[in-house]
Each structure stands twice: as C-alpha cells, then as structure tokens.
C-alpha cells in the first residue's frame, strides 16, 4: 500500500480533501459490493444508495488513487472513438446506444456536481479539439458533424476563435463542444464518496480485495482484515485492475499518461491563456492536452512513463512543448508532474462483461471515463435494481482478452518515450 499522505497527482493536493475512510474490520453483509473508489464504482455507488439498495465500497488505496485521481478533468461526451466508428465496430442498434448513453454524460456530472454542491472547479464552458493542419482540421470537423447528427452542441472555430479562446495563433482551427465542460477530478471522486456516504453507502480505504468467492448465492470478498458478503459484485478496477478475477487484466493493456503543471500564472497570462477555462487537446496523435486549473496553474501532458527520468525529464518535455505554442511564456516555474494509468482496449471500446451468475465489471475506457464512467455507475445501479440488460449503454459481453496486450504496453510506452526524447533533441 501506498502512503496515504503521499499526492497521487497536482489534484490530490489541490481539492477538497476528504475525511479519511476506516479500512474493512470484520465481516459485513451487504446487497452489493464495488471493488474500487473511482468514478465508476462511486456513481454505482451513489446511485445505488439514492435507489434505497445497501452497497459496500472496497478501494484498496484511497478514494481517487486510481485514474480518477490522477486524469486531465476534461468532462467529455462519448468515448474516445467517433460516433461512426461505434457504428462501424457494434452495428447500428448497440452503436447509436453507446452513442445516446454516453453523449449525455457531460450533463450528469454536472448535474451531480449541482445537485450535491460537489466543490470541485467545475466548469462548464465546453472543451476544444484542436487541428494544427488540414488533415486534423478534416477529422475534427467530421467528429462535430457526427455529433451534431446526433444532437450534440458543438461549434466549429475558425483560426481567429480558436487563437482568442486558447491565447495562441498556432492552430488552423477547432471544435469547441458546449455542453462540455473541466473539474478538478480527485475534487469530483471525493464529492462523489461523500454524497455516496451521506446516502448510506459505506466505503473502505486501503482494503484491497484479495480474495473472491462464490458461496451458494452470494459472493465473498476477502481482504486483509475482514471480509464482504454480497449478492451482486462490481469490479470497478480499470487501469489499475490486478490479479483478484483471472484473466481479466489481459482484457486491457496499460499504458501511462503524465501530466505537468506550471505554478499559477501571472495575472496577464492567466487572462489571455484559455481564459474561459476549457480544457482542450489537440486532434493529431499521440494527443496533447492543455488546460489550466482554477489557481491558473497551466497544465500540459501526453502518453509515456519516462520512469527513468522521472519528474525533470517530465518538466523539461512540457517546457519544450508550452513553449513550441505559447512563445510569449516567459520563464516556466513547474509544481509538479504525475502519471496515470489508462486502460486500452483492442477495439478501443470500454467493456461490460459478466463474469459469473452476480459478477459483473465495467473496464477499458480508453483514456475517457470521467462521463462514461458516471453513466455506467448510474447504468450498473439500475442494473442491480432490476432493469433490463438492454437499458446499458454498453452490450454485456463474455471476457475477452487484449491481443498481444502487453507488447501493445510496452510499444505504445517506448514509442512515446523515443518521441519525446526526439522532440526535446531537436528543441
Ligand atoms: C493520465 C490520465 C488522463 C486522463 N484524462 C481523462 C480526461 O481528461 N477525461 C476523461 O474523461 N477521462 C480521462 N482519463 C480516463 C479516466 O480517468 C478513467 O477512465 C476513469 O478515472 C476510470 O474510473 P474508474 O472508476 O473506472 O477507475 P479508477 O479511477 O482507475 O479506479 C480504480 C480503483 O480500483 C482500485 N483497485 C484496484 N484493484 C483493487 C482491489 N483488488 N481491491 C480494491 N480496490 C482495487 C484502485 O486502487 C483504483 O482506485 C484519463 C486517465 C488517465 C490515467
């Protein structure tokens, strides 16, 4: 286990904390038991507890360690492929499901985040994708209109909007998409386990689950200090999904994404860099993203551990590249860098997979999972209710796993890893 005190990210130290959870003692009884303190499991969670149904929450670290804790906070609709690629991938009546259950995902975070007075930096002032040449400037437009077909808000920028939104002129162009929106997300977790607590969810820190078994109808769940009796089980693990289900971590192939955060801003940066606060990120791959916090620390990261070099070679990478846009920077004074893992798929589709009669898991977001894993925690507390398979948003599945997964790891980090290193060469 960790050290508790020990920041996972900049948003650890910066958001609201929250009082620390007590680890499971004893043996407990419940409806359902989640195994995992991020989003998926505390919206099941929350949801679960507003529908009068018991549930315990295991995390085996704290509230947010995992990629909940650590991510860009952008809030947006979808996942990460196009509306049509879903099509393409799940046919016409699955596809145009995920579609509709996940592009209103931007509107339940914030609507949770209203409802609960959730402090967390949210803002909804939308998000930009942005095209640094004609090429990204065709995908983002053709992303906007496959939205838009389908009821989505997004509105295409040309250069000049793109450059007084960002405080740059170094893109052709962008898509900015109204309903979503940014948050500080280890202050979103948190808001999510106190209003899940507050209903009548409990929920345990640094109780890992260990052990899983069925017994008659009901399920075990064994940690180091007590153990979980429930009917219905939620493996809510993604990215950091271990060894607890065999199989199910070669469902997914891990790979890291870091982040680096200048200290705040000067006053006349701050009012001219992003100064409506969305969160944007750039069309061209592997992707780029920049945002800045509420204190106007500016916040820039991309695929790669760079373990080797850790922090430095992190900060002097997203020197290089702040500055590659943002000539009129001045000197960088950074605060800090982390890393997260993000749980890829083969199809770069989440997955909804029943396990066993009552085991179910929701994993694979691809890098995004701050609405989708929202909506499917509401979706899996309906679920557990007894609504019907065909309410998801997502098809349940049988496990699968991720072709040739952990060479996929290891070539997307090593990729990275000689980009960034070639991009700081050439300056
Ligand atoms: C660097 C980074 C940037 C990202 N940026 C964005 C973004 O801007 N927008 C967006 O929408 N998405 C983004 N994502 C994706 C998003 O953060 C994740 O998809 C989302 O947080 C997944 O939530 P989750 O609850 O499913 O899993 P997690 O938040 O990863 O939580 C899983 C939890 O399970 C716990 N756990 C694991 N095994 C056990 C066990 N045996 N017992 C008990 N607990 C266990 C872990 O400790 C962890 O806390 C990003 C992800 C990363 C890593």
Redesign the pocket.
């Known amino acids: 286990m960790t050290d508790p005190l020990q920041p996972v990210s900049l948003w650890d130290a910066t958001a609201q904390p929250l009082d620390p959870l007590p680890a499971l003692e004893g043996d407990v009884d419940a409806e359902v038991c989640i195994?995992?303190?991020?989003?998926?499991?505390?919206s099941t969670a929350l949801h679960l507890a507003e529908l009068g149904i018991e549930s315990v929450v295991?995390?085996?670290?704290?509230?947010?360690?995992?990629?909940?804790?650590?991510?860009?906070?952008?809030?947006?609709p979808g996942v990460w492929l196009s509306p049509d690629e879903v099509v393409g991938i799940l046919g016409e009546d699955a596809g145009e499901r995920l579609n509709e259950g996940f592009r209103v995902g931007p509107n339940l975070v914030f609507d949770l985040i209203r409802r609960h007075g959730i402090e967390c930096e949210a803002v909804q002032n939308g998000t930009i994708y942005l095209a640094s040449s004609d090429k990204y400037l065709k995908k983002v437009k053709d992303r906007a209109e496959q939205m838009n077909r389908r009821g989505s808000k997004v509105v295409l920028l040309n250069r000049e909007e793109t450059a007084t939104k960002l405080g740059i002129d170094d893109f052709l162009g962008g898509s900015l998409d109204t309903e979503a929106g940014t948050i500080n997300?280890m202050g979103y977790?948190r808001g999510l386990a106190r209003a899940a607590l507050k209903h009548g969810a409990r929920i345990f820190g640094e109780?890992?689950?260990?052990a899983l078994e069925q017994t008659g109808d009901s399920w075990r769940m064994g940690?180091p200090h007590g153990t979980v009796r429930a009917k219905r089980v939620l493996l809510?693990?993604?990215?950091?999904?271990?060894n607890?289900w065999p199989g199910l971590r070669q469902e997914i192939f891990p790979f890291?994404?870091?982040?680096a955060a200048t200290k705040p801003l000067g006053e006349n940066l701050r009012n001219t860099i992003l100064p409506g606060l969305e969160?944007s990120?750039d069309a061209e791959e592997p992707t780029i993203?920049f945002r800045k916090d509420a204190a106007g620390r500016l916040i820039t990261?991309s695929i790669g551990s760079l373990p080797e070099h850790g922090q430095s070679f992190r900060h002097r990478w997203a020197d290089m590249r702040l500055r590659a846009h943002f000539p009129h920077l001045g000197e960088l004074e950074w605060e800090s860098s982390?890393?997260?893992?993000?749980?890829f798929t083969t199809d770069h589709l989440p997955r909804l997979n029943e396990l066993a009669p009552g085991l179910m898991t929701?994993?694979g977001?691809?890098?995004?999972?701050?609405?989708?894993?929202t909506v499917?925690?509401r979706a899996m507390a309906h679920y557990f209710a007894g609504s019907s398979e065909v309410e998801m948003p997502l098809p349940v599945t049988a496990q699968s796993k991720a072709f040739l997964g952990p060479l996929r790891s290891i070539y997307y980090d090593l990729g990275a890893g000689f980009l960034q290193r070639w991009q700081l060469l050439r300056g």
């Open positions: 195994v995992g303190g991020g989003y998926t499991g505390l295991l995390e085996a670290e704290k509230v947010g360690y995992g990629g909940s804790g650590r991510n860009a906070g952008l809030v947006n997300p977790a109780s890992p689950a260990t940690t809510a693990t993604n990215g950091y999904t271990d607890l890291y994404f870091f982040f969160g990120w993203a990261g982390w890393m997260g893992k993000i749980a929701v994993i977001y691809n890098g995004r999972g701050i609405a989708p894993g499917m925690g």
